[in-house]
């Protein structure tokens, strides 16, 4: 590997570096051997801590929480998209009021918690007697315009990221900006964001799991209702466990889909023009305000 | 108003506790956060694989989880007695480590190639490499995104609340006790963060502007 922290090592550096590898080893599987340690001597790999989950009735309610965190994710992840899209035309409008009125429509909407959000809709709404309301409407509204927002700054990056020549020529054969956009500039940004987009996805998916908050039944909830039934002495950890790692599962699927699609596109001639700026190809804006 | 000054022993005790979830958790991030960056950019081999292991694993956990397992899962370990706050400034600060790695790793690969091997090639020791040429750099264009990666971690804060921590985003349930309105609360709420996050994102461009390295 060549970056400007090192060149290639001599014999003295080989062997110190074989000596942190070894350290680097040994600190990781003491930390995972002490915590399997205390699971274990804690009774955790116990017959009773795991016989809830020998029952099918169990796993069927995990399939039912499961296919509720999915839904949530689903509808979630369509409605963000429709929200950035709006946001980002809003946003990159001609009129500099309602450029301005989007951009800061965006940046409050980005600003505010996720959990605030779903709270408000939740426990907010009924108030003024909107008593509609389900954990399931506030969980897909909070996360999908939290996600709408970042996504409309994403958008809005890969629009400005296509090089202005295209448009300028776009707009000197006639097309109009409709059409500039549309033909020209979309497809483009598209392309070149998708990973990010995808990437987005993952957010809103783990965004989903705050529902447990606000008593949405997704997995946790179940996960917390399973765990702590005494009858079975209270499996909070098998419960985690097992309910963690269906989690871990789906979002590691979808974060390789955005990686599958990076290598995609990083060797498709036809997104060399467009480049995003470092930062966002790394993901940033899709774990934080920029 | 009256909602914030009827009731503002909570509102400071809630507002604390946020500050206090936020800097302590701020602290762990950065210090694993750069203990795992400087893995995932080391040349050995072993650890660039530990850290990036760590990250993949993490970002694709929900917090919410990491809170649970730390919240729900610690205390039947027999391990000390922690409290709900330090067990949530714990959740954080793991969790939150992955940004502070990728702010760090980007920020490093930011800085060309040539220019290390020009400083060697002018006879600079390691030392002198990274102190002059390299870490000058490489900090003001990683200290922006640090505070996206801060910005975040003050939002994380709010999950708290779901696991029996006061802080701002719990007061709406401890308000609605003493009746009042929980919508007027949580506008409220969100009003700190909006004026929370403004103020960091107004010292995170003032930064950008002044340290811009044109390339």
């Not at chain 2, 960056?37 to 970002?59: C, D, F, H, K, Q």
Request: glycine share 8%; net charge positive.
């Amino acid at each position: 590997m060549s970056n400007v922290f090192s060149d290639l090592p001599g014999p003295k550096a080989v062997a110190r570096n074989r000596f942190l590898a070894i350290v680097a080893v040994v600190v990781v599987l003491g930390v995972l051997g002490f915590i399997a340690y205390r699971l274990a001597v804690t009774g955790q790999f116990s017959e009773q801590k795991w016989r809830v989950f020998s029952y099918p009735q169990v796993w069927e309610q995990i399939g039912a929480a499961t296919l509720r965190t999915l839904s949530a994710f689903g509808l979630g992840a369509v409605f963000s998209l429709g929200i950035g899209f709006g946001l980002a035309l809003g946003r990159m409008s001609d009129n500099p009021w309602i450029s301005r009125c989007f951009a800061f429509i965006t940046e409050v909407l980005r600003a505010i918690p996720v959990l605030v959000l779903m709270m408000i809709m939740y426990y907010g709404l009924p108030v003024v007697g909107q008593t509609w309301v389900t954990p399931f409407t506030a969980v897909v509204t909070a996360v999908s315009v939290y996600s709408g927002a970042v996504l409309a700054e994403v958008f809005r990056t890969g629009v400005d990221a296509v090089p202005r020549g295209q448009s300028e020529a776009a707009y000197a054969i006639g097309f109009r900006k409709t059409a500039v956009m549309r033909l020209v500039l979309l497809p483009q940004a598209i392309r070149a964001m998708l990973p990010v987009i995808v990437a987005q996805m993952v957010v809103v998916l783990k965004d989903t799991a705050l529902g447990f908050v606000i008593t949405y039944q997704e997995l946790l909830y179940l996960g917390k209702l399973v765990g702590s039934s005494a009858s079975y002495s209270s499996p909070i950890i098998p419960a985690a466990l097992v309910v963690g790692s269906i989690y871990i599962c789906l979002c590691l699927l979808l974060a390789g889909v955005a990686k599958y699609l990076e290598v995609r596109l990083k060797s498709n001639p036809k997104s060399k023009d467009v480049k995003p700026s470092a930062d966002l190809a790394s993901g940033l804006p899709a774990l934080a305000i920029k | 108003m009256n909602i914030i000054f009827d009731n503002l022993d909570l509102w400071g005790l809630a507002l604390w506790n946020t500050l206090v979830l936020f800097i302590g958790g701020a602290v762990i991030a950065v210090f694993l956060g750069t203990v795992l960056g400087v893995m995932r950019v080391s040349s050995v081999p072993a650890a660039r694989a530990i850290g990036t292991a760590y990250v993949n694993l993490v970002r694709n956990t929900p917090l919410t989880l990491v809170f649970f397992i730390f919240v729900f899962g610690y205390p039947s370990l027999g391990l000390p007695r922690l409290d709900y706050t330090a067990l949530a400034i714990t959740a954080i600060g793991l969790y939150a480590a992955t940004y502070v790695t990728e702010v760090l790793r980007s920020g490093f690969n930011t800085i060309p190639v040539g220019q290390a091997e020009a400083a060697r090639a002018l006879g600079m020791t390691f030392g002198q490499v990274m102190g002059h040429v390299v870490l000058p750099q490489a900090f003001r264009s990683v200290v922006p995104p640090l505070i996206s990666a801060l910005i975040a971690i003050l939002k994380m804060t709010t999950i708290a609340a779901g696991f029996s921590v006061l802080e701002l985003g719990a007061v709406r349930a401890n308000l609605s006790e003493r009746g009042e309105n929980a919508l007027g609360v949580l506008l409220w709420v969100a009003l700190v963060f909006v004026l929370l996050v403004a103020i960091m994102s107004l010292a995170q461009r003032s930064l950008e502007k002044k340290w811009k390295i044109i390339r």
